[in-house]
C-alpha cells in the first residue's frame, strides 16, 4: 500500500489510500507502523493527517474524504463530525450533524449500506430521526469522490434553506 503511495501521481495518492483502506487492504494503524519505518514517504505530511483521522474518530473512507476534502470552507464550519444523540430512545452517532439547520449527514459506502437488511435499517434509522425533526442527507463514497461539487453544492443549499426556514 505505501508502494502505491509513492508511486501515484501527488493527485491521486489520497484517493489510492482511501480505496485501499475502504477495500480493507490494509488498516489505519497497521499503515502508520509501516511509514513510521520509512526515512522518506512523500507527502508524509497529509499521509499523517488522513491516518490521524481514521485513528481519532472517522470510521470510514467516506467521512475521512468528507471531512477532510469535501465539506470544507465557511458553509460548512458548524458541521459536527461523529455525533452520538438519543434518538427515540436510542443512542445514535450521526456521521455529521448541523444543530442549527436540524441536518444529519450520513455518509454511505457499498460495505455497510447495500444489502436489503443494511438499507431497511437505514430508513428505520432516517424515520426515527425525522421524528424528532431531523432531515437525513446522504452521500456515498462514489458522490463523495466523483462528485465533490455537486456534494457541497448540495448540502449547502440545503443548510440555507433549512436556516431561512
Known amino acids: 500500500m505505501l508502494d502505491a503511495w ?13 480505496e485501499a483502506l475502504w477495500l480493507r487492504i490494509a488498516g489505519p494503524r497497521r499503515l ?3 511509514a513510521a519505518r520509512l526515512s522518506r514517504l512523500p507527502d508524509r505530511r ?18 475521512v474524504r468528507a471531512r477532510r476534502d469535501v465539506f470544507t470552507g465557511r458553509a460548512f464550519r458548524e458541521l459536527e463530525w461523529q455525533v452520538s444523540l438519543v ?13 442549527r439547520a436540524r441536518v444529519v449527514v450520513e455518509l454511505d459506502g457499498a ?3 447495500t444489502t436489503r437488511r443494511q438499507v431497511a435499517r437505514d430508513r428505520e434509522r432516517d424515520a426515527d430521526f425525522a421524528a ?16 465533490p461539487d455537486w456534494c457541497r453544492r448540495t448540502l449547502a443549499a440545503i443548510l440555507e434553506r433549512r436556516h431561512r426556514a
Do not use: C, K
Open 6 to 18: 509513492v508511486r501515484a501521481d501527488a493527485r491521486d495518492r489520497a484517493a489510492v489510500l482511501y
Open 32 to 34: 502508520m507502523n509501516a
Open 46 to 63: 497529509r499521509f499523517d493527517q488522513i491516518m490521524t483521522d481514521f485513528t481519532t474518530g472517522a470510521t470510514s473512507p467516506s467521512e
Open 87 to 99: 434518538v427515540r430512545g436510542r443512542r445514535r452517532t450521526a456521521d455529521a450533524l448541523h444543530r
Open 111 to 113: 460495505a455497510f449500506h
Open 132 to 147: 424528532e425533526g431531523w432531515l437525513t442527507v446522504r452521500f456515498s463514497f462514489g458522490d463523495l469522490r466523483d462528485r
